[in-house]
């Protein structure tokens, strides 16, 4: 004998799934998420561009003393850092650096009376140690 299928649902019969306000809800929860996520990473990014910024000034900072010691003056520009050149004593010195800093973030300049200037997009800050802030 055949059973008869019924096709009548009762209550306990619904189908399951998620409603549109749970959906919603989910996708609100997951947005919060996200942008707690960027502003973490932007605040990382910031802190490494001045790490960096920091360890820029100071190896050149160590390299405009180090030319001084071995010129008798400043080098003034980062060819002169980057060029090996003949000493006051006839030998050989240098390079100092491998190459000049590059930053999208900040610009390292030297002159010759031995400043380092560094200049954080429209803010610009003489600095007297490695203090590379960010305005």
Avoid at 123 to 128: C, I, M, P, R
């Amino acid at each position: 004998m055949i059973a008869a299928i019924s096709t009548n649902r009762t209550a306990d019969d619904r189908i399951k799934g998620f409603t549109l306000i749970e959906v919603l809800i989910v996708i609100v929860i997951l947005g919060i998420l996200a942008s707690i996520v960027v502003f973490a990473v932007q605040d990382l990014s910031t802190s490494t561009a001045a790490a960096s910024c920091q360890t820029d000034y100071k190896t050149i900072e160590s390299a405009e003393e180090t030319y001084k010691a071995q010129m008798d003056a400043y080098a003034g520009t980062y060819l002169a850092l980057e060029t090996p050149t003949t000493g006051p004593d006839g030998s050989t010195v240098g390079p100092w650096i491998k190459e000049a800093p590059s930053s999208s973030y900040y610009t390292i300049a030297i002159n010759s009376s031995g400043d380092i200037t560094v200049a954080t997009g429209t803010h610009v800050a003489s600095l007297g140690n490695a203090n590379c802030a960010y305005a």
